[in-house]
């Protein structure tokens, strides 16, 4: 179908939420992505930190078919032998005694982080305990509770009434100031991602987390976005050095199908009929979960993974190197990076121009282009995107 065509059936059946771009993209083979023209692209986006092993992955597609072959769904309420492998994985690759929930995307894992901790405020303890605190900029979600989690007030002006007991800290230094008898948890993302790729300092961050502890009050990391390799660990936790109550994942776990999964220590909060999920866990994403875990455990093992990233790394620094009047500096781990644009329209420019050059690229937070590229990205295709990034920047 020609653009023009996808565009007018767009804009006439689907709400205009997104300011969208008008490609169509066809096909994808790991970090390269052709249009419904033939015209090719680099993908530093991975669909914003989806599809960790690339487009098209073999191993990935093989295990997705073969699943729909025998059974896609069956229901929560029977055993799903793919979706008890997926949890032993995650459960195993973090390190931490803890068992999952599955849901299909990170909102709704930020939902039942929430909830486990809400009704630990209620069952722990006399007094009932509901707080939670969030961090400025932060992003947890769409959904009118994760919404109201999100430290960005400019996103709650409609929508109301929200949810009482959410409360936000400027940084993660006044966290502590902010803690009372109401608090139950704290819940942060280690890399505020849509926030601009903005890490919190370690020592800091292990500083609060024992402070927390020593409380009582829940420590649940937001790891829709840094999870699964992201920032170079299994978990940002880990590189972190940190034990969380609960943690999330989604975005990069299904390598494109919706997944999203909380994790907690705390086991027996939920009991039968607290909580649930129609296609949370069915066998579709959690077969395709499965095969991401294998190719990035492997991945990780190999070293390879750690090389890429430093390569990734090396490149990102260089283009900043390059063009210090646009670029102020880069930002941080693994390939989850950014580098600080001098204002929004030049960052709008170069997402623009690095299109028409042939590479997708993202913004994040008003001021950083952002690059969530495969995990499997090859030396040649990080190559080949900084050709074109250099290209479109250089024409500014
Ligand atoms: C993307 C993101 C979410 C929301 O995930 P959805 O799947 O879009 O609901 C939540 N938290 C963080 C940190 C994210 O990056």
């Given at each position: 179908?020609?653009?023009?065509?996808?565009?007018?059936?767009?804009?006439?059946?689907?709400?205009?939420?997104?300011?969208?771009?008008?490609?169509?993209?066809?096909?994808?083979?790991?970090?390269?992505?052709?249009?419904?023209?033939?015209?090719?692209?680099?993908?530093?986006?991975?669909?914003?930190?989806?599809?960790?092993?690339?487009?098209?992955?073999?191993?990935?597609?093989?295990?997705?078919?073969?699943?729909?072959?025998?059974?896609?769904?069956?229901?929560?309420?029977?055993?799903?032998?793919?979706?008890?492998?997926?949890?032993?994985?995650?459960?195993?690759?973090?390190?931490?005694?803890?068992?999952?929930?599955?849901?299909?995307?990170?909102?709704?894992?930020?939902?039942?982080?929430?909830?486990?901790?809400?009704?630990?405020?209620?069952?722990?303890?006399?007094?009932?305990?509901?707080?939670?605190?969030?961090?400025?900029?932060?992003?947890?979600?769409?959904?009118?509770?994760?919404?109201?989690?999100?430290?960005?007030?400019?996103?709650?002006?409609?929508?109301?009434?929200?949810?009482?007991?959410?409360?936000?800290?400027?940084s993660i230094d006044?966290i502590e100031?902010?803690?009372?008898?109401?608090?139950?948890?704290?819940?942060i993302?280690l890399v505020?991602?849509?926030?601009?790729?903005?890490p919190l300092v370690r020592e800091r961050v292990q500083q609060l987390a024992a402070v927390l502890?020593?409380?009582?009050?829940?420590l649940?990391?937001?790891?829709?976005?840094?999870?699964?390799?992201?920032?170079?660990?299994?978990?940002a936790s880990?590189l972190y050095d940190i034990e969380?109550?609960?943690?999330?994942?989604?975005?990069?776990?299904?390598?494109?199908?919706?997944?999203?999964?909380?994790?907690?220590?705390?086991?027996?909060?939920?009991?039968?009929?607290?909580?649930?999920?129609?296609?949370?866990?069915?066998?579709?994403?959690?077969?395709?979960?499965?095969?991401?875990?294998?190719?990035?455990?492997?991945?990780?093992?190999?070293?390879?993974?750690?090389?890429?990233?430093?390569?990734?790394?090396?490149?990102?620094?260089?283009?900043?190197?390059?063009?210090?009047?646009?670029?102020?500096?880069?930002?941080?781990f693994?390939?989850?990076?950014?580098?600080?644009?001098?204002?929004?329209?030049?960052?709008?420019?170069?997402?623009?121009?690095?299109?028409?050059?042939?590479?997708?690229?993202?913004?994040?937070?008003?001021?950083?282009?952002?690059?969530?590229?495969?995990?499997?990205?090859?030396?040649?295709?990080?190559?080949?995107?900084?050709?074109?990034?250099?290209?479109?920047?250089?024409?500014?």
């Amino acid at each position: 179908m020609q653009v023009e065509v996808i565009q007018q059936m767009d804009e006439r059946f689907v709400l205009p939420t997104y300011g969208r771009q008008n490609i169509s993209i066809v096909e994808g083979n790991n970090a390269r992505l052709k249009d419904s023209e033939g015209k090719e692209y680099i993908d530093f986006t991975s669909g914003i930190g989806v599809v960790s092993i690339g487009h098209g992955n073999e191993r990935l597609s093989n295990a997705v078919c073969n699943q729909v072959r025998h059974i896609t769904h069956i229901s929560n309420l029977y055993l799903i032998e793919p979706q008890a492998r997926c949890a032993q994985k995650i459960v195993e690759s973090s390190g931490y005694e803890m068992q999952c929930f599955f849901a299909n995307s990170g909102a709704e894992a930020n939902e039942g982080a929430i909830k486990i901790a809400r009704k630990y405020g209620e069952v722990d303890g006399e007094a009932k305990r509901y707080k939670i605190i969030t961090l400025e900029h932060s992003f947890h979600g769409r959904t009118i509770t994760a919404l109201k989690a999100t430290g960005q007030e400019a996103m709650h002006n409609y929508f109301g009434p929200f949810p009482d007991g959410f409360v936000y800290a400027a940084s993660i230094d006044e966290i502590e100031s902010l803690l009372d008898d109401h608090t139950v948890a704290v819940m942060i993302e280690l890399v505020q991602g849509e926030g601009g790729v903005q890490p919190l300092v370690r020592e800091r961050v292990q500083q609060l987390a024992a402070v927390l502890k020593e409380k009582n009050i829940l420590l649940i990391v937001d790891e829709v976005q840094t999870g699964v390799y992201r920032t170079g660990e299994f978990l940002a936790s880990q590189l972190y050095d940190i034990e969380p109550d609960i943690i999330t994942l989604a975005k990069g776990l299904g390598g494109g199908l919706p997944i999203g999964v909380v994790m907690t220590s705390k086991k027996g909060v939920l009991q039968a009929g607290d909580h649930g999920s129609t296609f949370g866990g069915n066998y579709l994403s959690t077969a395709a979960a499965n095969v991401v875990l294998e190719v990035l455990n492997a991945y990780k093992e190999s070293g390879v993974l750690d090389e890429m990233m430093l390569y990734f790394e090396s490149q990102v620094t260089a283009c900043q190197r390059t063009f210090p009047e646009i670029f102020l500096h880069s930002v941080g781990f693994g390939m989850m990076r950014g580098l600080r644009v001098k204002d929004a329209d030049t960052l709008a420019q170069v997402i623009n121009r690095s299109r028409d050059a042939g590479l997708l690229i993202l913004k994040a937070g008003k001021n950083t282009l952002r690059f969530l590229p495969p995990l499997t990205i090859t030396k040649e295709e990080i190559d080949e995107g900084f050709v074109r990034l250099k290209h479109a920047v250089a024409a500014l």
